[in-house]
Antibody, heavy 117, light 109 residues
Framework: EVQLVESGGGLVQPGGSLRLSCAASRFTFSSYEMNWVRQAPGKGLEWVSY????????YYADSVKGRFTISRDNARNSLYLQMNSLRAEDTAIYYC??????????WGQGTLVTVSS | EIVMTQSPATLSVSPGERATLSCRAS??????LAWYQQKPGQAPRLLIY???TRATAVPARFSGSGSGAEFTLTISSLQSEDFAVYYCQQYNNWPPLYTFGQGTKLEIK
């Protein structure tokens, strides 16, 4: 069974930085596009970022463009999200999700990011 | 940006009855529409993709229909484990700027 395990969440002050990781296993990570999706407390799902299988194609939601950077290390079967200039509205559970040309068939359990002073 | 609108926000249905959830896209997305189920404290689970194809291990009581801009998720006979929040997602456009609906909470009547 596909496994995705996020880590790196925590409490950070406004304007601070955090790096999330997603460890993938039990599938050929280098063959799949990946995404980050977030969910603010009590709210719905918001797509954050996409990265192609090679890492050459990347897209971001307007709400995080210029502040967040998605990357991957196929040799380490890992996905990353570098988050800078964090704001209170970035407070959310962050999920990594495996892309199947659109549908997100597999999700991690999520990691909570709290931006607060 | 394609905006996805789900209705109703909350649906109250008795176990054993049928539930019908709607999702509308602000522009046509062909059949590039997925449905997810999310229970409290859990990650979303893919139920339907391609507007009408059930994902692996999804019970047959879940069915999806529609194309273009209007979509429906039907649960034919509600079981206790089906009470959850349901989201639709479009994946029609390139670049892949995916968008989700705001969700429909299915609660026990």
């Amino acid at each position: 069974e596909v496994q995705l395990v996020e880590s790196g969440g925590g409490l950070v002050q406004p304007g601070g930085s955090l790096r999330l990781s997603c460890a993938a296993s039990r599938f050929t990570f280098s063959s799949y596009e990946m995404n980050w999706v977030r969910q603010a407390p009590g709210k719905g799902l918001e797509w954050v970022s996409y990265i192609s299988s090679s890492g050459n194609t990347i897209y971001y939601a307007d709400s995080v463009k210029g502040r967040f950077t998605i990357s991957r290390d196929n040799a380490r079967n890992s996905l990353y999200l570098q988050m800078n200039s964090l704001r209170a509205e970035d407070t959310a559970i962050y999920y990594c999700a495996r892309d199947s040309s659109g549908p997100l068939a597999y999700w991690g359990q999520g990691t909570l990011v709290t931006v607060s002073s | 940006e394609i905006v996805m609108t789900q209705s109703p926000a909350t649906l109250s249905v008795s176990p054993g009855e049928r539930a019908t959830l709607s999702c509308r896209a602000s522009q046509r997305v062909s059949s590039n529409l997925a449905w997810y189920q999310q229970k409290p404290g859990q990650a979303p689970r893919l139920l339907i993709y391609g507007a009408s194809t059930r994902a692996t291990a999804v019970p047959a009581r879940f069915s999806g229909s529609g194309s273009g801009a209007e979509f429906t998720l039907t649960i034919s006979s509600l079981q206790s484990e089906d009470f959850a929040v349901y989201y639709c997602q479009q994946y029609n456009n390139w670049p892949p700027l995916y968008t989700f609906g705001q969700g429909t909470k299915l609660e026990i009547k």
